[in-house]
T-cell receptor, first 113, second 113 residues
Framework: DTEVTQTPKHLVMGMTNKKSLKCEQH?????MYWYKQKAKKPPELMFV???????INESVPSRFSPECPNSSLLNLHLHALQPEDSALYLC????????????FGPGTRLTVT | GENVEQHPSTLSVQEGDSAVIKCTYS??????FPWYKQELGKRPQLIID?????GEKKDQRIAVTLNKTAKHFSLHITETQPEDSAVYFC????????????FGQGTELSVKP
């Protein structure tokens, strides 16, 4: 399997809801990433996990909570989001942390109402 | 802080013409420079990358050049086709933060048949 997969594809949630985004890869990659992308803008890094440990948090608000249950899975737990958090959330993976090719999943289109 | 400037923001060419997109980076410790193509509603797709020990790399109709002294790198697409129409993002690694990429603002390429 040479792909990064993400579920769900679309998510609409209210500001009081709790939801989770899921990302999976079976390429044996040891680094996984969460990015946020607004329309017509580049991806913005949120979190980096290396060997299942959080290695970079780009000062992301605590209403976003990442989790890496194992080397193939990455979750992003969402709680009390704001409408401005509406965006495309992309997961990526690379063989290791560092200057390696990052492969993106298809993203979850999140709308906060 | 570190940044990557990308020009032009929009580029329109006739099918069969060449297209050139240029990026300038600020971190002298950057060693890895990927290019991503993102079609509307799809994931960013890695199309080519270059490392600092190489000045040029080619893959069929796509080439990337790197000038480390001037801190700039460029994407060249020859014999453009309508399916090359997309947003292209350059990126540069951050030297002391393994796995972190800084993206340019993107170039919207339109290839007219």
């Amino acid at each position: 399997d040479t792909e990064v997969t993400q579920t769900p594809k679309h998510l609409v949630m209210g500001m009081t809801n709790k939801k989770s985004l899921k990302c999976e890869q079976h390429m044996g990659h040891r680094a996984m990433y969460w990015y946020k992308q607004k329309a017509k803008k580049p991806p913005e890094l949120m979190f980096v996990y290396s060997y299942e440990k959080l290695s970079i948090n780009e000062s992301v608000p605590s209403r976003f909570s990442p989790e890496c249950p194992n080397s193939s899975l990455l979750n992003l737990h969402l709680h009390a989001l704001q409408p401005e958090d509406s965006a495309l959330y992309l997961c990526a993976s690379s063989s290791d942390r560092g200057e390696y090719e990052q492969y993106f999943g298809p993203g979850t289109r999140l709308t906060v109402t | 802080g570190e940044n990557v400037e990308q020009h032009p923001s929009t580029l329109s060419v006739q099918e069969g013409d060449s297209a050139v997109i240029k990026c300038t980076y600020s971190d002298s410790a950057s060693n890895y420079f990927p290019w991503y193509k993102q079609e509307l509603g799809k994931r960013p797709q890695l199309i080519i990358d270059i490392r600092s020990n190489v000045g040029e790399k080619k893959d069929q109709r796509i080439a990337v050049t790197l000038n480390k002294t001037a801190k700039h790198f460029s994407l060249h697409i020859t014999e453009t086709q309508p399916e090359d129409s997309a947003v292209y993002f350059c990126a540069a690694s951050i030297g002391n933060q393994g796995g972190k990429l800084i993206f340019g603002q993107g170039t919207e390429l339109s290839v007219k048949p």
